[in-house]
């Protein structure tokens, strides 16, 4: 099932710096793209969102850009910092209630 | 913030034993799931729960899985006889599933899972 693909496993930057996360996506029913941050041995925690009908989104330092023609999203973080060290995990969703489906995620490394 | 929780954090188990992971959702979300992350490979959807009955599941989720609301803020994953390859990180999610299209599925900790 490769419906979602993240294509780098890990991403490394320097503090300060920006980060750009990329995720690719085959399935055009999907409408709905999140992005989690995970820490070894805890839980996804959503971070960031957005809906299909939008291109852009912006919640701080995070910024999703969605380009459905590409089927294609990215996660910008500006500026980095090194507690954003963590597994990026890129999902989607067909609509309300309905299941995740995962990328395989991207270790990104905040270097001081 | 309200949270997703989990209980055990960690179960060992051996195999052919039956098992039961808990979860308390959000307690005004109205979706319930479960997903699983093998060691080292993708975070996995097993089953959607609604309005007390399963309203979606995956391949995964076969006969000697299942999945109870024992009461009003309980939600409960069964795996009967376990198997070596059902070792792995479960996550329990819930989401408050309105009218809109965007929802958000919210995440426990997870259950580390080891059947020996």
């Given at each position: 099932?490769?419906?979602?693909?993240?294509?780098?496993?890990?991403?490394?930057?320097?503090?300060?710096?920006?980060?750009?996360?990329?995720?690719?996506?085959?399935?055009?029913?999907?409408?709905?793209?999140?992005?989690?941050?995970?820490?070894?041995?805890?839980?996804p925690t959503f971070l960031i969102s957005?809906?299909?009908?939008?291109?852009?989104?912006?919640?701080?330092?995070?910024?999703?850009?969605?380009?459905?023609?590409?089927?294609?999203?990215?996660?910008?973080?500006?500026?980095?910092?090194?507690?954003?060290?963590?597994?990026?995990?890129?999902?989607?969703?067909?609509?309300?209630?309905?299941?995740?489906?995962?990328?395989?995620?991207?270790?990104?490394?905040?270097?001081? | 913030?309200?949270?997703?929780?989990?209980?055990?954090?960690?179960?060992?188990?051996?195999?052919?034993?039956?098992?039961?992971?808990?979860?308390?959702?959000?307690?005004?979300?109205?979706?319930?799931?479960?997903?699983?992350?093998?060691?080292?490979?993708?975070?996995?959807?097993?089953?959607?729960?609604?309005?007390?009955?399963?309203?979606?599941?995956?391949?995964?989720?076969?006969?000697?899985?299942?999945?109870?609301?024992?009461?009003?803020?309980?939600?409960?994953?069964?795996?009967?006889?376990?198997?070596?390859?059902?070792?792995?990180?479960?996550?329990?999610?819930?989401?408050?599933?309105?009218?809109?299209?965007?929802?958000?599925?919210?995440?426990?900790?997870?259950?580390?899972?080891?059947?020996?």
């Amino acid at each position: 099932d490769q419906q979602v693909k993240q294509n780098s496993p890990s991403l490394s930057v320097q503090e300060g710096r920006i980060s750009i996360l990329n995720c690719d996506y085959t399935n055009s029913m999907f409408d709905y793209f999140l992005w989690y941050k995970k820490y070894p041995a805890e839980g996804p925690t959503f971070l960031i969102s957005i809906s299909s009908i939008k291109d852009k989104n912006e919640d701080g330092r995070f910024t999703v850009f969605l380009n459905k023609s590409a089927k294609h999203l990215s996660l910008h973080i500006v500026p980095s910092q090194p507690g954003d060290s963590a597994v990026y995990f890129c999902a989607a969703s067909e609509g309300s209630g309905s299941r995740l489906t995962f990328g395989e995620g991207t270790q990104l490394t905040v270097n001081p | 913030e309200p949270e997703v929780t989990q209980t055990p954090s960690h179960q060992v188990t051996q195999m052919g034993q039956e098992v039961i992971l808990r979860c308390v959702p959000i307690s005004n979300h109205l979706y319930f799931y479960w997903y699983r992350q093998i060691l080292g490979q993708k975070v996995e959807f097993l089953v959607s729960f609604y309005n007390n009955e399963i309203s979606e599941k995956s391949e995964i989720f076969d006969d000697q899985f299942s999945v109870e609301r024992p009461d009003g803020s309980n939600f409960t994953l069964k795996i009967r006889s376990t198997k070596l390859e059902d070792s792995a990180m479960y996550f329990c999610a819930s989401s408050d599933a309105g009218d809109k299209p965007e929802e958000t599925q919210y995440f426990g900790p997870g259950t580390r899972l080891l059947v020996l």
